[in-house]
């Protein structure tokens, strides 16, 4: 599975991006795709996942803002990221694994993107 992503740069502080994350390779049934961040000095943490039923989950810190979804025809995974802070700041990775049958998402996931870059200024 290859994972590319797209769509970050730099914005002020209550604006909006979308990051795109295309996907290749290998395909599943039961899958899991998720956004992970990590700032300078601050460990990785997930921001948002989503199955292949379209259950998503997300940190606490983006709930309301921030929105996953996947285009199935392009095999597209998306972060809609709206009214962001400068504590968005980070570098951003797509992820993907399969889904075990009777199991949500895993907490480690096997494939990943190279990053795109999100600078949110006050």
């Known amino acids: 599975v290859q994972l590319v992503e797209s769509g970050g740069g730099s914005v002020q502080s209550g604006g909006s991006l979308r990051l795109s994350c295309a996907a290749s390779?290998?395909?599943?049934?039961?899958?899991?795709m998720g956004w992970f961040r990590q700032a300078p000095g601050k460990e990785r943490e997930k921001v948002a996942n989503?199955?292949?039923?379209?259950?998503?989950i997300y940190a606490d810190s983006v709930k309301g803002r921030f929105t996953i979804s996947k285009d199935y025809a392009k095999n597209t995974l998306y972060l809609q990221m709206n009214n962001l802070k400068p504590e968005d700041t980070a570098m951003y990775y797509c992820?993907?694994?399969?889904?075990?049958?009777?199991?949500?998402?895993?907490?480690?996931?096997?494939?990943w993107g190279q990053g795109t870059q999100v600078t949110v200024s006050a």
């Open positions: 992820a993907a694994d399969r889904r075990q049958l009777g199991a949500y998402c895993p907490s480690v996931y096997s494939y």
């Open positions: 390779g290998d395909t599943y049934s039961r899958y899991c």
């Open positions: 989503i199955d292949d039923n379209g259950r998503t």
